[in-house]
């Protein structure tokens, strides 16, 4: 799939679309987001929450919550100005936050099965299994 013609544009600030696919290399993910490979992988051992998948042969493949995450490093810390460490701690804290947020009670006192950021985890999910389903049928 390719990125959408003002992604190219948006190489500097790293504002591009992320496009719908189930795992990025690490190129992708730096053309993305406006960040070198060598500051994403140094971002790996600084912040827990942004693990890659790495495959069998060593590659880095990012998902779209890890280049959400680096979106979000990239903002604390260039945007914001926080250090290393403060980002981490507010990163802790918006992830704390938004368990808060998303708790079963919230579902129940709405009446609806499943709270609204489980719809689109559901939706997320089922166009990653259908992705997968096409490569396999595709070998």
């Known amino acids: 799939m390719t990125l959408p013609a003002t992604a190219g544009a948006d190489k500097q600030s790293g ?3 992320i496009p719908d696919k189930l795992y990025f290399p690490i190129r992708e993910v730096a053309r993305i987001t406006g960040v070198e490979t ?5 971002w790996e051992t600084q912040f827990t929450m942004f693990r890659p998948f790495k495959s069998k042969s ?3 493949r990012y998902r779209r919550k ?7 490093i990239k903002r604390l810390l260039y945007q914001q100005g926080f250090t290393i460490p403060g980002a981490r701690n507010q990163l802790k804290k918006n992830k704390s936050r ?4 998303s708790s079963p009670a919230r579902g129940r006192q709405t009446g609806l099965p499943f709270s609204e950021p489980s719809r689109s985890a559901f939706g997320r999910i089922r166009r990653e299994l259908d992705e997968i389903l096409t490569i396999l049928e595709k070998t």
């Open 58 to 60: 060593g590659h880095r």
């Open 38 to 42: 060598y500051v994403l992988r140094f």
């Open 98 to 101: 938004s368990r808060a947020d």
């Open 66 to 72: 890890d280049i959400e995450v680096v979106l979000e």
């Open 15 to 17: 504002t591009g679309e």
